[in-house]
């Protein structure tokens, strides 16, 4: 290159130059040509390029929406709800939308693996006869009681299986957990529904009937229970069409997205929960005249006040639009419940229904009804449950452990100690469909097919005013060399011998649904009905399930609801600090959406933050502290401690911080590791009376790091440029 | 110093020199284009002719184009259908990539021919509706082995006959002349 | 020469005759904010997702986000009423005029602004010019690894880098449902089909329809006296009606 032939000349011949070879080599066949391969055997219903419809069941959370997902050419494209299935009558949550970014998730485990060591990432791949063959010496070689299931909160037939196999041969009974279960405090609520109406049930809240709702820390609109359900019960609230718009007031220390909607949001000072349902009751009752109920004898309206921090008037105010609105509901839920008097707090909202005396009506409590093929309420594990379980691990009497629909590594407290306690069991068997926490510290992983590639059925445990079974079938073939789990216990039973063999003699799994599934057809007023059991079974897929046609929600038997003491005390706080600790389940990641980049890239309804962990803290104590957005700080508890940046929430009580639970892993996929952290490591082993665990009861320390974290989100693009990450590049 | 190149090219030499690149050029992008129009390298030599010549209709192997967007390529369990019942699919060479496939239980990799870009969403059923025969794009297929694409299909070539069939429909000229039409 | 009165501009009067042919009715008091018609859009329409280093810059591809604003200060403070905010399908759309490739063109069959991929160049030219804020633009090629691919939409091109895009009304479900109606020799009935993002909305906060039809379930709901436009004062005739919160 000579001298006066600048640079700049060679980069624009240079560029003329690939400019004609990328025209040239893009016409060439090399990028033309595509191949494109037919059936070899097309199914008789399919067309070339028209979409099958097939109806399944949402397996994101223990929901149990019906699902309708359109494919094309054995590919899912896309999921809608399924119109006909009365829990969410077409319609579908974000998560729902997001579970084909599973089905189709680049770090799904693809084969049956053995791992070299625990924790270690460096796995062998099994062919399936070895993989079962491995399940059935499981089986076989240790005693019954020292073989454990751990699985999920659905309550699906994998779960019914489990529990005949364990009814039949003296293992342990399965057990059912998952972190929304305990966000959720449903174990709290059921033993509530128990103390007041005499029966353990999961209550239904009939919102969409109701004309004032007082919400105290139930987060309805999110995760909690049913929230596609709930939600359609909220429009209905709102609906003016046949009656006035009805009212919303939410009580909760941090504004959740479910606060957000409501017309007057209450921020209480934590723990006062009990004492402000019990003062808007007595106060109510005082307008509504007559005795004085048991429930709101000891408790005192101006005490209540300066403790919780609401203005006299506002509680006269509150108590007066209660007493005045013949469709109030109270709902006692999340982070209200998950405190030492938890269970106080949920008597004290419920028993405030008694004042309006909505049991069993339009507008009131029920309790949910049973699912078709189900005889009693099966609550998931409580967190003081999976506390026993750990120290069985611990003490060594648990030798076989099996894992399935749950990451206990994740969604448990760490300081419950399950990863110290694992090291205990002899063998850890996961069949786990992504590479999750608990699979990496698992000796085999076996696993199952995503639930878009299942059989099944799942009972829907709340929500719909008829009992539902929601049916799965798969929509497309499995993608990876998976196996079902049902499938793998059936035949490693019959290896086994013994109990195991006769416990499940069935052929496989479907011939197992089948006969579950058979005695529905001697049934009346079913959404579906055939003479024979292999017709029934087609519309039982076809359709997506079976449920009943009639409302079968059971009124609570409330006689004395308000003729029993309340506790009125205030919740206790383990730790020292200065900062109430509030961890809220993510509305668009929840447990387990980490790993599906859609959902990561969802804005948190109220923060708008994307792809990563943050902590709110209001804006005046920030000031006060010194911290600035995008802040690191460093969260301590009695428990762990953990940094996180700061984002500064308007919507959040000064005293108290909150952190979302969805991110934090250390495994299950690229989209889902290193990402944000896990508030789980901050909670201690505190319980309340019913046994779930007091994830709202501590007191933690905010110390600055000096580190500055930007976080990605919508909002800043609206209107300001300006906060990115750093230098531009 | 561009200026020092371009009295360099004046020489004789020089010209020599242009007319040498410009001449490769132009081979090279004849070449390239040549490429581009032959027919590809099928998994199998299908004859066409062969098949148009027994009567079969086209919509018999190619059922989606009436009923959707696809056309389609037929399974082979539809090939073998007919072609286990003739004596000659054991002997032929041409046949011996099926009877390979279908033993085997591969799919066959074809590769299609006639194709328009990822923007452009087309739909067979339209065009058969509106009484347009295959041979209308495709060619006379009883005249050809393997499927060559008679047709280069560009959007003036598309718009032309979506103007002449409006004629003078206004309506029907708003729709078919619309970008979001075909691109969206 | 030529004044400002001269330009044609001046021809659309505020208030003007609604010309659209599709439209949507949010409501805004019963939306929840839950992100399922976000996530249903990107599913339906083969959205890319960024990361998080392009989102923070703001680069993310929703077609629809849900906005919220906060009003006053703790303890007074109220989120408002959470507003999903899509293409509004003007019927004078801002980002026509001023695309030089006239990739950004109005359709005069089904009365939406199209984004015309092939012709797009990339100026970014209709996203400035944007008064809602909702074109985005590939920055770059975003990697969606195998086997995601998998679960694109055939109906909807896959963009590449360079490209803008926005929210379409589900052109592909309409077309779908013409092509449908007309082999059944009819008309496409009223609430036959809907966009990706009122099928999910758990609230059914979103209403989608035929806007010249009088009696289709959209245009009675636009109806109501509550209902107002965006940015109607600009003059671009959006075809998206909001109620605002209670």
């Given at each position: 290159?000579?001298?006066?032939?600048?640079?700049?000349?060679?980069?624009?011949?240079?560029?003329?130059?690939?400019?004609?070879?990328?025209?040239?080599?893009?016409?060439?066949?090399?990028?033309?040509?595509?191949?494109?391969?037919?059936?070899?055997?097309?199914?008789?219903?399919?067309?070339?390029?028209?979409?099958?419809?097939?109806?399944?069941?949402?397996?994101?959370?223990?929901?149990?929406?019906?699902?309708?997902?359109?494919?094309?050419?054995?590919?899912?494209?896309?999921?809608?709800?399924?119109?006909?299935?009365?829990?969410?009558?077409?319609?579908?949550?974000?998560?729902?939308?997001?579970?084909?970014?599973?089905?189709?998730?680049?770090?799904?485990?693809?084969?049956?693996?053995?791992?070299?060591?625990?924790?270690?990432?460096?796995?062998?791949?099994?062919?399936?006869?070895?993989?079962?063959?491995?399940?059935?010496?499981?089986?076989?070689?240790?005693?019954?009681?020292?073989?454990?299931?751990?699985?999920?909160?659905?309550?699906?037939?994998?779960?019914?299986?489990?529990?005949?196999?364990?009814?039949?041969?003296?293992?342990?009974?399965?057990?059912?957990?998952g972190a929304l279960g305990m966000f959720e405090a449903r174990a709290t609520l059921s033993k509530a529904a128990e103390n007041l109406f005499g029966e353990a049930s999961l209550p239904f809240f009939d919102v969409g009937g109701a004309q004032v709702v007082f919400s105290f820390g139930a987060n309805f609109l999110e995760t909690w229970l049913?929230?596609?359900?709930?939600?359609?019960?909220?429009?209905?609230?709102?609906?003016?069409?046949?009656?006035?718009?009805?009212?919303?007031?939410?009580?909760?220390?941090?504004?959740?997205?479910?606060?957000?909607?409501?017309?007057?949001?209450?921020?209480?000072?934590?723990?006062?929960?009990?004492?402000?349902?019990?003062?808007?009751?007595?106060?109510?009752?005082?307008?509504?005249?007559?005795?004085?109920?048991?429930?709101?004898?000891?408790?005192?309206?101006?005490?209540?006040?300066?403790?919780?921090?609401?203005?006299?008037?506002?509680?006269?105010?509150?108590?007066?639009?209660?007493?005045?609105?013949?469709?109030?509901?109270?709902?006692?839920?999340?982070?209200?419940?998950?405190?030492?008097?938890?269970?106080?707090?949920?008597?004290?909202?419920?028993?405030?229904?008694?004042?309006?005396?909505?049991?069993?009506?339009?507008?009131?409590?029920?309790?949910?009804?049973?699912?078709?093929?189900?005889?009693?309420?099966?609550?998931?594990?409580?967190?003081?449950?999976?506390?026993?379980?750990?120290?069985?691990?611990?003490?060594?009497?648990?030798?076989?452990?099996?894992?399935?629909?749950?990451?206990?590594?994740?969604?448990?407290?760490?300081?419950?100690?399950?990863?110290?306690?694992?090291?205990?069991?002899?063998?850890?068997?996961?069949?786990?469909?992504?590479?999750?926490?608990?699979?990496?510290?698992?000796?085999?992983?076996?696993?199952?097919?995503?639930?878009?590639?299942?059989?099944?059925?799942?009972?829907?445990?709340?929500?719909?005013?008829?009992?539902?079974?929601?049916?799965?079938?798969?929509?497309?073939?499995?993608?990876?060399?998976?196996?079902?789990?049902?499938?793998?216990?059936?035949?490693?039973?019959?290896?086994?011998?013994?109990?195991?063999?006769?416990?499940?003699?069935?052929?496989?799994?479907?011939?197992?649904?089948?006969?579950?599934?058979?005695?529905?057809?001697?049934?009346?007023?079913?959404?579906?009905?055939?003479?024979?059991?292999?017709?029934?079974?087609?519309?039982?897929?076809?359709?997506?399930?079976?449920?009943?046609?009639?409302?079968?929600?059971?009124?609570?038997?409330?006689?004395?609801?308000?003729?029993?003491?309340?506790?009125?005390?205030?919740?206790?706080?383990?730790?020292?600090?200065?900062?109430?600790?509030?961890?809220?389940?993510?509305?668009?990641?929840?447990?387990?959406?980490?790993?599906?980049?859609?959902?990561?890239?969802?804005?948190?309804?109220?923060?708008?933050?994307?792809?990563?962990?943050?902590?709110?803290?209001?804006?005046?104590?920030?000031?006060?502290?010194?911290?600035?957005?995008?802040?690191?700080?460093?969260?301590?508890?009695?428990?762990?401690?953990?940094?996180?940046?700061?984002?500064?929430?308007?919507?959040?009580?000064?005293?108290?911080?909150?952190?979302?639970?969805?991110?934090?892993?250390?495994?299950?996929?690229?989209?889902?590791?290193?990402?944000?952290?896990?508030?789980?490591?901050?909670?201690?082993?505190?319980?309340?009376?019913?046994?779930?665990?007091?994830?709202?009861?501590?007191?933690?320390?905010?110390?600055?790091?000096?580190?500055?974290?930007?976080?990605?989100?919508?909002?800043?693009?609206?209107?300001?440029?300006?906060?990115?990450?750093?230098?531009?590049? | 110093?561009?200026?020092?190149?371009?009295?360099?090219?004046?020489?004789?030499?020089?010209?020599?020199?242009?007319?040498?690149?410009?001449?490769?050029?132009?081979?090279?992008?004849?070449?390239?284009?040549?490429?581009?129009?032959?027919?590809?390298?099928?998994?199998?030599?299908?004859?066409?002719?062969?098949?148009?010549?027994?009567?079969?209709?086209?919509?018999?192997?190619?059922?989606?184009?009436?009923?959707?967007?696809?056309?389609?390529?037929?399974?082979?369990?539809?090939?073998?259908?007919?072609?286990?019942?003739?004596?000659?699919?054991?002997?032929?060479?041409?046949?011996?990539?099926?009877?390979?496939?279908?033993?085997?239980?591969?799919?066959?990799?074809?590769?299609?021919?006639?194709?328009?870009?990822?923007?452009?969403?087309?739909?067979?059923?339209?065009?058969?509706?509106?009484?347009?025969?295959?041979?209308?794009?495709?060619?006379?297929?009883?005249?050809?082995?393997?499927?060559?694409?008679?047709?280069?299909?560009?959007?003036?070539?598309?718009?032309?006959?979506?103007?002449?069939?409006?004629?003078?429909?206004?309506?029907?000229?708003?729709?078919?002349?619309?970008?979001?039409?075909?691109?969206? | 020469?030529?004044?400002?009165?001269?330009?044609?501009?001046?021809?659309?009067?505020?208030?003007?005759?609604?010309?659209?042919?599709?439209?949507?009715?949010?409501?805004?008091?019963?939306?929840?904010?839950?992100?399922?018609?976000?996530?249903?859009?990107?599913?339906?329409?083969?959205?890319?997702?960024?990361?998080?280093?392009?989102?923070?810059?703001?680069?993310?591809?929703?077609?629809?986000?849900?906005?919220?604003?906060?009003?006053?200060?703790?303890?007074?403070?109220?989120?408002?009423?959470?507003?999903?905010?899509?293409?509004?399908?003007?019927?004078?759309?801002?980002?026509?005029?001023?695309?030089?490739?006239?990739?950004?063109?109005?359709?005069?069959?089904?009365?939406?602004?199209?984004?015309?991929?092939?012709?797009?160049?990339?100026?970014?030219?209709?996203?400035?010019?944007?008064?809602?804020?909702?074109?985005?633009?590939?920055?770059?090629?975003?990697?969606?690894?195998?086997?995601?691919?998998?679960?694109?939409?055939?109906?909807?091109?896959?963009?590449?880098?360079?490209?803008?895009?926005?929210?379409?009304?589900?052109?592909?479900?309409?077309?779908?449902?013409?092509?449908?109606?007309?082999?059944?020799?009819?008309?496409?009935?009223?609430?036959?089909?809907?966009?990706?993002?009122?099928?999910?909305?758990?609230?059914?906060?979103?209403?989608?329809?035929?806007?010249?039809?009088?009696?289709?379930?959209?245009?009675?709901?636009?109806?109501?006296?509550?209902?107002?436009?965006?940015?109607?004062?600009?003059?671009?005739?959006?075809?998206?009606?909001?109620?605002?919160?209670?």
């Amino acid at each position: 290159m000579s001298e006066k032939f600048s640079r700049r000349d060679f980069l624009k011949l240079a560029g003329v130059g690939a400019a004609t070879s990328a025209i040239l080599t893009g016409c060439g066949p090399a990028s033309r040509y595509v191949k494109r391969e037919p059936y070899m055997q097309m199914p008789e219903y399919n067309y070339n390029g028209q979409s099958t419809y097939y109806a399944t069941t949402c397996r994101e959370c223990a929901a149990g929406c019906g699902l309708i997902v359109r494919t094309v050419q054995g590919r899912a494209i896309k999921t809608e709800g399924n119109a006909g299935n009365p829990l969410n009558l077409g319609k579908t949550c974000a998560r729902g939308q997001a579970t084909l970014h599973g089905l189709y998730n680049p770090d799904r485990v693809t084969d049956p693996q053995k791992r070299s060591s625990r924790g270690s990432g460096s796995t062998q791949v099994m062919d399936w006869d070895a993989a079962i063959q491995v399940v059935a010496d499981a089986l076989k070689n240790n005693k019954p009681e020292e073989i454990a299931f751990l699985m999920g909160m659905a309550p699906d037939h994998l779960f019914d299986l489990v529990s005949d196999l364990a009814s039949a041969t003296g293992m342990n009974a399965p057990l059912r957990f998952g972190a929304l279960g305990m966000f959720e405090a449903r174990a709290t609520l059921s033993k509530a529904a128990e103390n007041l109406f005499g029966e353990a049930s999961l209550p239904f809240f009939d919102v969409g009937g109701a004309q004032v709702v007082f919400s105290f820390g139930a987060n309805f609109l999110e995760t909690w229970l049913s929230p596609v359900s709930y939600t359609r019960g909220f429009a209905g609230l709102r609906e003016a069409k046949t009656k006035m718009r009805g009212k919303f007031v939410q009580f909760e220390s941090r504004m959740s997205q479910t606060g957000g909607k409501a017309d007057e949001w209450i921020p209480l000072r934590p723990g006062t929960e009990a004492l402000v349902a019990l003062a808007i009751g007595k106060l109510a009752s005082e307008i509504r005249g007559g005795a004085m109920p048991r429930a709101f004898e000891n408790v005192d309206p101006i005490d209540t006040a300066s403790k919780s921090g609401i203005k006299l008037e506002t509680l006269e105010h509150l108590a007066g639009m209660f007493a005045g609105s013949n469709g109030a509901l109270a709902i006692p839920g999340g982070p209200a419940l998950g405190q030492s008097n938890g269970l106080a707090v949920a008597e004290a909202v419920l028993a405030l229904n008694a004042i309006s005396d909505n049991f069993g009506k339009p507008g009131g409590v029920y309790l949910s009804p049973l699912a078709p093929n189900q005889s009693e309420y099966q609550r998931p594990a409580s967190a003081q449950e999976m506390q026993e379980f750990v120290q069985k691990m611990a003490d060594g009497k648990i030798k076989v452990l099996f894992v399935h629909g749950v990451n206990p590594l994740f969604e448990l407290p760490t300081a419950l100690g399950f990863g110290g306690a694992s090291k205990s069991v002899s063998q850890i068997i996961s069949f786990a469909t992504f590479p999750d926490e608990t699979a990496r510290e698992a000796d085999y992983v076996f696993p199952d097919h995503h639930g878009l590639e299942s059989w099944g059925y799942q009972r829907v445990a709340t929500g719909s005013a008829q009992p539902v079974l929601s049916g799965a079938q798969p929509v497309v073939s499995p993608y990876y060399n998976t196996r079902a789990t049902v499938d793998v216990l059936i035949t490693a039973a019959q290896l086994a011998g013994g109990s195991f063999a006769s416990a499940l003699p069935f052929k496989d799994e479907v011939e197992f649904l089948n006969g579950k599934v058979s005695a529905l057809m001697g049934e009346v007023d079913g959404s579906i009905s055939a003479p024979d059991l292999a017709t029934f079974m087609a519309y039982f897929q076809q359709h997506g399930g079976y449920w009943k046609n009639s409302d079968e929600r059971v009124a609570p038997k409330a006689g004395d609801a308000l003729n029993r003491e309340i506790s009125a005390e205030e919740a206790e706080f383990a730790g020292e600090g200065e900062f109430f600790f509030v961890p809220f389940v993510s509305p668009t990641l929840a447990e387990a959406g980490a790993n599906k980049p859609w959902l990561q890239e969802l804005p948190d309804p109220t923060t708008t933050v994307m792809w990563n962990t943050w902590v709110e803290m209001n804006p005046e104590t920030a000031h006060e502290l010194g911290i600035e957005n995008d802040d690191v700080v460093r969260i301590v508890s009695e428990a762990g401690e953990l940094e996180v940046p700061v984002y500064l929430y308007p919507a959040i009580r000064p005293d108290t911080i909150a952190i979302p639970f969805g991110q934090g892993h250390t495994a299950y996929g690229r989209y889902a590791e290193n990402r944000g952290v896990n508030p789980a490591d901050l909670l201690g082993q505190h319980f309340n009376e019913a046994g779930d665990l007091a994830f709202a009861g501590m007191k933690v320390k905010v110390e600055k790091t000096g580190v500055k974290k930007p976080l990605s989100r919508l909002e800043s693009i609206m209107g300001v440029y300006g906060i990115g990450l750093g230098e531009e590049h | 110093m561009i200026k020092s190149i371009f009295d360099w090219l004046k020489q004789p030499l020089g010209l020599i020199a242009v007319g040498i690149t410009v001449l490769t050029l132009f081979s090279i992008a004849a070449y390239g284009i040549y490429t581009t129009q032959q027919a590809p390298e099928q998994p199998i030599q299908f004859p066409h002719q062969t098949h148009v010549a027994f009567g079969i209709q086209c919509l018999y192997c190619h059922p989606g184009a009436s009923k959707g967007p696809a056309a389609g390529l037929p399974s082979q369990a539809k090939c073998w259908a007919c072609h286990n019942q003739i004596a000659k699919t054991e002997t032929s060479a041409l046949l011996a990539p099926l009877k390979e496939a279908v033993q085997s239980g591969t799919p066959i990799q074809w590769v299609p021919v006639a194709q328009v870009p990822d923007f452009v969403q087309f739909n067979h059923r339209a065009h058969i509706a509106a009484g347009k025969n295959c041979e209308d794009c495709h060619g006379d297929m009883s005249k050809v082995t393997i499927a060559q694409n008679p047709q280069v299909f560009n959007m003036g070539w598309c718009l032309n006959c979506h103007v002449e069939s409006a004629g003078e429909d206004h309506e029907k000229l708003v729709k078919l002349s619309d970008c979001g039409t075909c691109h969206y | 020469m030529v004044t400002l009165s001269d330009l044609k501009i001046s021809e659309v009067k505020l208030g003007e005759e609604q010309t659209g042919k599709w439209g949507m009715v949010i409501d805004q008091d019963i939306c929840t904010g839950c992100q399922a018609c976000v996530a249903a859009c990107a599913m339906e329409n083969n959205i890319t997702f960024v990361g998080e280093e392009d989102s923070g810059y703001g680069r993310s591809m929703h077609w629809i986000r849900i906005e919220r604003f906060w009003e006053g200060e703790y303890p007074e403070v109220k989120m408002t009423a959470n507003q999903p905010m899509l293409c509004q399908q003007c019927g004078h759309a801002t980002c026509e005029p001023v695309c030089p490739a006239f990739a950004t063109v109005h359709s005069q069959a089904e009365q939406l602004n199209l984004q015309v991929y092939n012709r797009c160049v990339g100026t970014r030219y209709c996203a400035n010019n944007c008064p809602y804020q909702v074109r985005s633009f590939n920055w770059r090629d975003y990697q969606r690894p195998e086997p995601l691919p998998n679960q694109f939409n055939p109906d909807v091109t896959v963009r590449r880098m360079g490209v803008m895009e926005k929210c379409t009304f589900c052109i592909q479900r309409i077309h779908k449902a013409q092509d449908k109606a007309k082999s059944e020799g009819r008309e496409v009935a009223d609430g036959e089909f809907t966009t990706a993002c009122a099928q999910a909305c758990p609230a059914n906060a979103i209403t989608f329809g035929r806007v010249d039809d009088p009696e289709s379930m959209v245009s009675q709901l636009a109806k109501r006296s509550h209902g107002v436009k965006h940015l109607e004062e600009l003059g671009t005739l959006p075809n998206v009606t909001y109620f605002k919160g209670g």
